[in-house]
């Protein structure tokens, strides 16, 4: 079953085309990432995929309900459990502890029981390694630490599928590993997830396909083995830049 439906979506700022006709699916347990060079749209079509930014044409539906689509004059702002994004600057609340950052959404927004969530979120931070910094404050954590609560916060919220905007981008390379080895863990559990990431290693290694992108489209799809191996020209330049 396909999680995830975009169809030919359009988005431009100012009149600059920034997301071209772009189509593709996520089936549940399947992990897709998503590369290319800066400015190709990465990060756009993941705050379009969750409703972040509203797309200028086409369709975005999960699980078969349309939540985007601007023809028909359907367009749905409010939360929604059905996917969570982790941003690549964290994002977490400064004034909030850990796991009020985690528990928060959950109990405001979902209405869910308040001892349950907080049992659920005690737990998601034994997962992330984290059981003794769920009083601290984020001023408290290293850059992994963060971004591991802001992972626990978005499955906290228990979404069908979970997208990444480069996770590791603010992070130095041993902070990246324990991000990384996380991400990776979730991929054993059948977590459905769409990454957007310049780790080309991380991305070969965890991914069921790959997705390149460059000037707002889809350039190159298949399985890491296919995309690894392609003769697509550009392609191979993008590819010969970021492997050494």
Known sequence: MNLLEIKHIKKQFNGQKVLEDLTFSVKEGEVVSIIGPSGSGKSTLLRCACMLEEIDEGEIAYCGEVLGNKKNGKYKKEQNSTFGLVFQNFNLFPHYTVIKNI????????????DEVYE???????????SEKENAYPYQLSGGQKQ??????????????????????ALDPELTAEVLKVIQSLAKKDMTMVI????????????????????????????????????????????KGTIK
């Open 196 to 239: 957007v990431t310049h780790e080309m290693g991380f991305a070969k290694k965890i991914s069921d396909r790959i997705i390149f992108m460059e000037n707002g489209r889809i350039e190159v799809e298949g399985t890491p083995q296919q995309v690894f191996t392609t003769e697509h020209v550009r392609m191979k330049q993008f590819l």
């Open 120 to 130: 659920e979120a005690k737990e998601l931070l034994i997962q992330m390694g984290l």
């Open 103 to 114: 528990v928060d959404a959950p109990i405001t927004v979902q209405k869910r029981k308040k």
């Open 148 to 169: 591991r609560v802001a992972i626990a916060r978005a499955l906290a919220m228990k979404p069908k599928i979970l997208f990444f905007d480069e996770p590791t981008s």
